[in-house]
């Protein structure tokens, strides 16, 4: 397959209390973990679309909230509540990125959200109910899989290689990691007296897993598709129907929906609730997806101590938006002995064609709330990203989670005789199948 622009990330010396952001300041090659500035990373990106062979390669500071505090500091006492909201929340600023560039009107409901959850942090009743469906409803925990045949295929002809093992988001309820953030979501939703809730999905995934929250919890739900993502996905579509949502289908792409369905919130801000799929959109949305999605990496962290005593030496994940990728990193951000991969979509090549390589080709922008890097034209237009987006060891990865598994051929042949890799499988691939038989790759 064509893919896929590759993102290491060499953690830094403290816990990044946000959503990674990486910034693509070309510099020189410095292979390694050095000179790593304070809560700073070292990025380092291949191009291995079949179409185009250059690597280019980049060293960048990861940009931080002022709200940090060493993972030493984290263990070294116990944290109050209102450090604990600091570290986990912070003010949405991470340098430069994320904040909340919105309308005046909108102010006011956004920092309604985020008092309730600062207050859901610490609300035991909140925290015993999500618990209890992430357990019975999405069918946590999931398993930490080793990919046995996997693990054989990219050992050397001495025998040796890295050990691979999955993180099966794809067996979660709804088929994808999206289930954590969205009935965490609806919860908050149906706490502060919502209705309603509207949502934008790409892939459907999110769609599927916020129609189905609503469901079990008593919520409208109208979700916004953009038109040829309705035509690619609409096995999804039909499941979102079933579960009582109503889909908008949009004249365009995901940027599209995600606009009409801001717009239709803000004009209901009183009954209706916008739930955000990806870590993405004005603060307290990016913190909160964070926050539902780490439970991927608390899991990992756990699964791995028990399965082989330490923790994992790499993370790889896709990265779409963010949400998977950042769900299994964040609990790790502050170890610097793990490796995080995330790699994104290079569609078609970085420099002949349409890609989805937000964050190696994209520039700063404000987009939807929040700076951050964007596939933009030189008027600053938002363009669309190309990914399809979309047999070995049984399973049926979604394409999206394939990017991921595919640069294991990249990757495995540098790693040492035992190396413990975690893969996120982020969702199943039901969704493609029809794609993935029409396609001519
Ligand atoms: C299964 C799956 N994995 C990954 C993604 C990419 O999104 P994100 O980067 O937010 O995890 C999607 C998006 O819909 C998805 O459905």
């Known amino acids: 397959m064509a893919c896929g622009t590759i993102k290491t990330l060499f953690t830094s010396h403290k816990v990044c209390s946000a959503p990674c952001h990486w910034s693509t300041t070309a510099k020189t090659r410095r292979p390694g973990r050095d000179s790593v500035a304070i809560c700073g990373a070292r990025v380092v990106?291949?191009?291995?679309?079949?179409?185009?062979?250059?690597?280019?390669?980049?060293?960048?500071?990861?940009?931080?909230?002022?709200?940090?505090?060493?993972?030493?500091?984290?263990?070294?006492?116990?944290?109050?509540?209102?450090?604990?909201?600091?570290?986990?929340?912070?003010?949405?600023?991470?340098?430069?990125?994320?904040?909340?560039?919105?309308?005046?009107?909108?102010?006011?409901?956004?920092?309604?959200?985020?008092?309730?959850?600062?207050?859901?942090?610490?609300?035991?009743?909140?925290?015993?109910?999500?618990?209890?469906?992430l357990r019975d409803y999405v069918g946590r925990e999931t398993p930490l899989y080793l990919a046995e045949r996997l693990t054989e295929h990219y050992k050397s002809s001495s025998g040796e290689g890295p050990e691979i093992y999955l993180k099966r988001e794809d067996l979660t309820h709804g088929g994808a990691h999206k289930m954590n953030n969205a009935i965490a979501q609806a919860m908050i939703a149906r706490r502060m007296g919502r209705t309603s809730v509207v949502a934008a999905t790409g892939a459907g995934q999110h769609g599927v897993a916020t129609a189905a929250a609503c469901a079990k919890l008593s919520l409208e739900c109208t979700i916004f598709m953009g038109?040829?993502?309705?035509?690619?996905?609409?096995?999804?579509?039909?499941?979102?129907?079933?579960?009582?949502?109503?889909?908008?289908?949009?004249?365009?792409?995901?940027?599209?929906?995600?606009?009409?369905?801001?717009?239709?919130?803000?004009?209901?801000?009183?009954?209706?609730?916008?739930?955000?799929?990806?870590?993405?959109?004005?603060?307290?949305?990016?913190?909160?997806?964070?926050?539902?999605?780490?439970?991927?990496?608390?899991?990992?962290?756990?699964?791995?101590?028990?399965?082989?005593?330490?923790?994992?030496?790499?993370?790889?994940?896709?990265?779409?938006?963010g949400s998977n990728a950042l769900g299994l990193f964040h609990e790790f951000i502050g170890d610097e002995d793990v490796r995080l991969i995330g790699v994104e979509g290079a569609g078609t090549g970085l420099d002949s064609g349409p890609h989805s390589a937000t964050l190696a080709r994209g520039e700063v922008g404000v987009y939807h709330g929040a700076m951050s890097y964007l596939l933009q034209d030189n008027d600053g237009q938002i363009l669309g990203p190309h990914s399809i987006g979309v047999g070995l060891e049984g399973i049926f990865p979604a394409l999206e989670a394939s990017h991921a598994l595919a640069y294991l051929n990249k990757l495995c042949p540098t790693l040492l005789n035992g190396t413990k890799v975690v893969v996120n499988c982020s969702g199943r691939g039901d969704k493609d199948a029809a794609i993935v038989f029409n396609s001519s790759l």
């Open 45 to 133: 990106d291949g191009n291995t679309s079949t179409t185009n062979s250059t690597t280019t390669v980049k060293e960048v500071p990861l940009e931080t909230s002022p709200f940090t505090l060493s993972r030493s500091l984290t263990k070294s006492r116990t944290l109050t509540h209102h450090d604990q909201e600091r570290v986990l929340i912070g003010n949405g600023k991470f340098g430069r990125f994320g904040g909340k560039f919105v309308p005046e009107t909108l102010v006011a409901c956004l920092n309604d959200l985020e008092a309730e959850f600062r207050s859901v942090l610490h609300d035991t009743q909140f925290q015993v109910e999500l618990e209890t469906a």
């Open 227 to 321: 038109t040829k993502d309705t035509e690619k996905q609409s096995s999804n579509v039909l499941l979102m129907k079933l579960l009582g949502a109503q889909v908008i289908t949009v004249e365009g792409n995901f940027k599209d929906a995600s606009s009409e369905a801001m717009r239709n919130w803000a004009n209901n801000l009183e009954t209706s609730y916008y739930l955000p799929g990806t870590v993405v959109g004005p603060h307290p949305c990016p913190s909160m997806v964070r926050e539902f999605q780490s439970v991927i990496g608390k899991e990992t962290r756990k699964q791995a101590m028990e399965k082989w005593g330490r923790k994992p030496d790499v993370l790889v994940a896709c990265v779409g938006s």
